[in-house]
């Protein structure tokens, strides 16, 4: 599922670099009832339409793992975007916005064609079920 829904609150006719111009991507890794057992890049590859620079980042899962913390990575071109605290949701929750230590982006801009995949580093020891990785960007 992809999205670039324009989150303007009123008729903004130019580009002002403010909060409204944000896009968001939606990259669905794996589908909602599929168990996120393996440590492996998830949901292939996805090749960014857009150049920008991302402003925020989440993931979500459909149903919540149990015992432990799950870390997902995100790269850009091979490389992760996230060099020190990389995606996390925690025992029992199903978004990263709770998690008790937040990712810290460490690459921001994007060129059009860059090429994003996802990784499930860690897992849950239940399993939690899908995967949804969201990507805010700021259009260059």
């Not at 991507?25 to 909602?32: D, N």
């Not at 492996?40 to 590859?45: A, E, I, Q």
């Not at 793992?65 to 929750?93: A, P």
């Given at each position: 599922?992809?999205?670039?829904?324009?989150?303007?609150?009123?008729?903004?006719?130019?580009?002002?670099?403010?909060?409204?111009?944000?896009?968001?991507?939606?990259?669905?890794?794996?589908g909602a009832t599929t168990d996120n057992t393996v440590?492996t890049t998830v949901g292939g590859d996805f090749e960014?339409?857009?150049?920008?620079?991302?402003?925020?980042?989440?993931?979500?899962?459909?149903?919540?793992?149990?015992?432990?913390?799950?870390?997902?990575?995100?790269?850009?071109?091979?490389?992760?975007?996230?060099?020190?605290?990389?995606?996390?949701?925690?025992?029992?929750?199903?978004?990263?916005?709770?998690?008790?230590?937040?990712?810290?982006?460490?690459?921001?801009?994007?060129?059009?064609?860059?090429?994003?995949?996802?990784?499930?580093d860690i897992l849950h020891t239940t399993a939690a079920?899908?995967?949804?990785?969201?990507?805010?960007?700021?259009?260059?």
């Amino acid at each position: 599922l992809i999205g670039f829904p324009n989150m303007s609150r009123g008729n903004i006719l130019q580009n002002d670099n403010s909060e409204n111009d944000l896009r968001i991507i939606i990259l669905r890794a794996l589908g909602a009832t599929t168990d996120n057992t393996v440590a492996t890049t998830v949901g292939g590859d996805f090749e960014i339409p857009i150049a920008g620079t991302i402003t925020s980042i989440g993931a979500y899962v459909d149903t919540a793992g149990t015992t432990g913390t799950m870390t997902v990575d995100v790269n850009l071109n091979g490389t992760t975007i996230m060099t020190t605290n990389k995606l996390t949701i925690d025992t029992g929750e199903k978004s990263t916005r709770t998690a008790a230590t937040a990712a810290v982006l460490t690459t921001t801009v994007l060129i059009a064609g860059d090429i994003i995949t996802v990784d499930s580093d860690i897992l849950h020891t239940t399993a939690a079920k899908g995967l949804s990785v969201r990507l805010t960007i700021r259009p260059s």
